[in-house]
């Protein structure tokens, strides 16, 4: 059974820098796109960036001077982190998984997501 | 970036309604299509991928169409679990987007 679950600071402060960690389990990390999303209070998705092991990362061109995705397939976890954050930056950040054979990219593995809020 | 509209924006619809969800892409994106439902407080739900096809587990009143830049999802007779928020998503290009979100209600 394939479960994902981020963890991470729940609060950050304005200019530093949000990392959040999704620890994977039942699955390798090294098949599938893995991805950040993102879903402020009382708002839409928002999608972040993907790793996938082909050796592709991508991120959002709104936000992609500041993100950095990683990954650790030794401890089957990959990683997000976004810099210089402001209160916009304020979301329930949720990993995901999309399958590689199917050509339409579909997030079929959620994590349960984690609130970072932005404040002094 | 492909931007995502769905119509409409929320509904009122009663337990056993027929409930038809619209999504369009700003420009055509095949059938590289999603729909999702979340729950309050719950992370968004696969129902259908590549535009028509269930998900697995997913119940058959949820059906998906369209091709192009026009989808539907269909739900045939709303059940009371299905009150919830749908989303679309395009994975045709990157960034992939979402369209903004159907709020499904209680009539």
Known sequence: QVQLQESGPGLVKPSETLSLTCTVSGVSISSSYWSWIRQPPGKGLEWIGFIHYGGNINYNPSLNSRVTISGDTSKNQFSLKLSSVTAADTAVYYCARAPTHIAARHFDYWGQGTLVTVSS | ?107
Not at chain 2, 34 to 51: C, E, F, T, V
């Open chain 2, 1 to 107: 970036d492909i931007q995502m509209t769905q119509s409409p924006s929320s509904l009122s619809a009663s337990v056993g309604d027929r409930v038809a969800i619209t999504c369009r892409a700003s420009q055509s994106i095949i059938t590289y299509l999603s729909w999702y439902q979340q729950k309050p407080g719950k992370a968004p739900n696969l129902l259908i991928y590549a535009a028509s096809t269930l998900q697995s587990g997913v119940p058959s009143r949820f059906s998906g169409s369209g091709s192009g830049t026009d989808f539907t999802l269909i739900i045939s007779s709303l059940q009371p679990e299905d009150f919830a928020t749908y989303y679309c998503q395009q994975s045709y290009s990157t960034p992939w987007t979402f369209g903004p979100g159907t709020k499904v209600e209680v009539k």
